[in-house]
């Protein structure tokens, strides 16, 4: 029997929700039921989230269109973080912009040159209603501004510019996945 206090070892893995789905394009909703379905859903996250091999994962990746994100990703001194915030709020994102490689698990196979800030912050709340705040640096805070941007509506993918988002469109037009 999975050991229960590993993330996802009782959680299901769901199908992703690839680009072109509009469930990635619509704001998530708030989060107001803190039942066993809210923390089924994160368990199935990070069941998810593990089996694609990714480092986060938004519900609205799995079709369900609420604010909330898992992670398990480490930062640029190989710092772990795992854990998962419901309802949550960008409240930092400054230090140096820089333009690192991003990919996404709804854009399987792809990445593209990305600006995103060295320093983020988000809180929100824990699957029991309990406050936290998660600071992030580096390759984290790379990670906490992609989940936080999914759940307004927006992936990565509308932040690169220039010939590198030219490049990216053609190979979402000719992926295997793409409607």
Known sequence: MPHASIPGARGRVRP????????????????????????????????????????????NQVGEPLRVFVYDCPDD???????HVVNPRLVEADGLVLRGPEGCLSLPGLEAGTRRYDHAVVEGVTVTGEPV??????????????????????????RVTGWRRRRLLRQVARASWSG
């Open 77 to 83: 001194d190989d710092v772990r973080h795992v854990g």
């Open 133 to 158: 705040t998660v600071h992030g640096t580096g390759f984290f805070a790379r990670c906490l501004q992609h989940e936080t941007d999914h759940l307004d509506g927006t992936v990565y993918a509308d």
């Open 16 to 59: 992703l929700t690839l680009l072109g789905d509009p469930v990635l394009r619509t704001p998530c909703a708030d989060v107001t039921d803190f039942g066993p379905e809210l923390a089924r859903l994160v368990e199935d996250l990070f069941a998810t989230m593990y089996a694609a091999q990714g480092v986060g994962l938004a519900a």
